[in-house]
């Protein structure tokens, strides 16, 4: 960001720049007592990388991942766990015994994206692709669930690992709302997750304190007004005019009324309306996103929305049809859990494994279960050494394979860390975790999911 993240305050949402390199608030990063992941993992990674190859050719969108579920359940089945499902596609495992001392979340669905990478093992779904990694992400849970479990088998686990394989992450407000509602956080008191980050080299991870991600809603205004021909636009409630107006307007008022560096960021995908040059028409909508680094801010700009539309809109005469559809909180990383994953990962890769990433101003599901119990998410960097940088979301997106095993021994060696800390400071599930903004949704019917597109 250019002119940098400004100075840190108080607020729930806002990104923060300091890094954690010790153990704080009672946590102990003394890994002497716990096995490194890496020997655990080496017979598994050729079945692992042969996993996710299969995952990329056979891409599933939200909520239809059927196939995806089939494939997980079977594995954990054939080393001995039970995996139990979620209403529809999903499914979470518990490994270890006793109390649940923390949970690991992965994305299992895939983008409606063409895939153009050109791989042996490439999309086999036409217009279906695994463009944001969540093959990855799911794989890399399949490999922990197998190392935790020979672990587990060789020296039981103080503490139980729940590991949720989560459905319809692409969609708004997201599939996590609904595995919640199914009581998988029960007696959980922490999560943790990764995504993918094709900025990051191989062998690295990303993190940061505070929020990772940004809000993100959806926003479609409707007009309509007497149309008319081009030379009598006096004659008219020219909504093409206004729609203009509205698409620049809008974005400059709530940039003074919202605090600047809560970073109030709305663009518009769509703007349609009219089918001659000579015709004014009667109808036409724009639809786009809001996105917000802060989630105060985030609940400002959704009160202020509304206002903002119909007084810019107002000199035109027009009627005005505003749906604001709320649909993710930043993901709010806490500082303890923050500090787990960068312990593990130094004693997994080295010192220089960890590095202070950007905030995103992608949404991300992940922050539903945030708003119930702390947690953290990482960035797995998947870039080669030296080679090119892709994006997310787009049909040539390709990972490094490497980073499959980063994820794995990071995210184990994190549940281990949870179990351990677990063991020796029982953990106090909140009835209310410290990042919550607002109360949260309730889940969409998987008919209204099945039907819409990402809006992230």
Known sequence: MSGGPGPARDTPGLARVE????????????????????????????????????????????TREVRTTGRIADRLTAAGLTPHFFEGTGLYVDIGHGPIATALRADIDALPVQDETGLPWASTSRGVCHACGHDMHTTVMVGVALVLADLNRSSPLAGTVRIIFQPAEETMPGGALSC????????????????????????????????????????????????????????????????????????AVLSRRIDV????????????????PNAIPATGFMSGTMRCLDGD?????GELLDDVVSQVAAPFGVAVDLEHVRGVPPVVNTEVETAMIEAAARAELG????????????????????????????????????????????????IDEESLAVGVRVMAATALRAVAEAAQHPPVVAPVAPNRLVERPAAKPRSAWAAEATGR
């Open 180 to 251: 919640i509602e199914q009581g998988v956080l029960d007696g959980v008191p922490r999560i943790f997750a990764l995504h993918c980050d094709p900025r990051i080299d191989v062998g690295q991870i990303g993190t940061r304190i505070g929020a990772i991600t940004s809000a993100s809603d959806t926003v479609r205004i409707e007009l309509t007004g007497r149309g008319g021909h081009t030379s009598r636009p006096h004659l008219t409630e020219d909504l093409v005019f206004a729609l203009a107006e509205i698409a620049v307007g809008v974005p």
């Open 261 to 276: 560096r809560s970073a109030v960021s709305v663009v518009w995908g769509q703007i349609h309306a009219g089918a001659a």
């Open 351 to 398: 010192e220089d494994a960890v590095v202070l990433t950007p905030q995103s101003m992608g949404g991300e599901d992940f922050a539903w279960f945030l708003q119930e119990v702390p947690g953290s998410m990482f960035r797995l960097g998947t870039r080669t050494r030296g080679g090119e940088t892709f994006d997310l979301h787009r049909g040539d997106y390709v």
């Open 297 to 301: 801010a985030w609940l400002a700009a």
């Open 19 to 62: 890094r954690v390199d010790r153990a704080p608030f009672g946590f102990s990063s003394d890994s002497d007592q716990l096995p490194v992941v890496g020997p655990f993992l080496r017979p598994l990674l050729a079945e692992l990388t042969a996993f996710r190859r299969d995952l990329h050719a056979h891409p599933e969108l939200s």
